[in-house]
């Protein structure tokens, strides 16, 4: 069984598009995060969810909303599309929400053109 | 600028010899955690060291933390083939589960 599963794998979509990246974890953690990876794999950290409560915004462009329905669950929402949002995105979880370690999805590879 | 910057960038060594990866941070940290991403893939947790704890051993890997040089070192002994990825520290902060990635060190292992 997949713990922390994300659809879809790939994502192709023009600019100016609306999409949204969906993450679910099966480990019965309480915390779920968001990470950007760029194309030097540069990996930082976008949003934290802690039981469906927003912990952690970093400096995130407001056409990025994440939603949590439930603490399994959180879902990325991006708005208006850029060529500079191509990257992997990844969705992590963790037990606690400091200090433990973090479960990586697979990613999904947004290309905007 | 960020925190958990690596050195070396890319290392190549032979099966057998040993890998030696150092992370330097710049804040106070909850603890230090490596992590290994295979191309095309999500990363794995490798292991995690306390910020008062000096030395961790898992398996074949040895970590080092040195909080008053803000470093730590990742030791990967008898490497093989199958250790060549890209392994990323990351700075636990003292607040929430907010982890700051290094660039990674790209590690080739050649059989």
């Known amino acids: 069984d997949t713990a922390v599963s994300q659809t879809p794998k790939y994502l192709v979509t023009q600019m100016g598009n609306d999409k949204s990246i969906k993450c679910e974890q099966n480990?019965?953690?309480?915390?779920m995060y968001w990470y950007k990876q760029d194309s030097k794999k540069f990996l930082k950290i976008m949003f934290s969810y802690n039981n469906k409560e927003l912990i952690i915004n970093e400096t995130v462009p407001n056409r990025f909303s994440p939603k949590s329905p439930d603490k399994a669950h959180l879902n990325l929402h991006i708005n208006s599309l850029e060529l500079g949002d191509s990257a992997v995105y990844f969705c992590a979880s963790s037990q606690l929400n400091r200090g433990t370690e973090q479960y990586f999805g697979p990613g999904t590879r947004l290309t905007v053109t | 600028s960020q925190q958990g910057e690596e050195d070396p960038q890319a290392l190549s060594i032979q099966e057998g010899e040993n890998a030696t990866m150092n992370c330097s941070y710049k804040?106070?940290?909850?603890?230090l955690q490596w992590y290994r991403q295979n191309s095309g893939r999500g990363l794995v947790h490798l292991i995690l060291i306390r910020s008062n704890e000096r030395e961790k051993h898992s398996g074949r890997l040895r970590v080092t933390l040195d909080t008053s040089k803000k470093s730590s070192s990742l030791l990967i002994t008898a490497s093989r083939a199958a250790d060549t990825a890209s392994y990323f520290c990351a700075a636990g902060g003292t607040s929430y589960g907010k982890l700051t990635f290094g660039q990674g060190t790209i590690l080739t292992v050649h059989p």
């Open positions: 480990l019965g953690h309480d915390t």
């Open positions: 804040t106070s940290i909850n603890n």
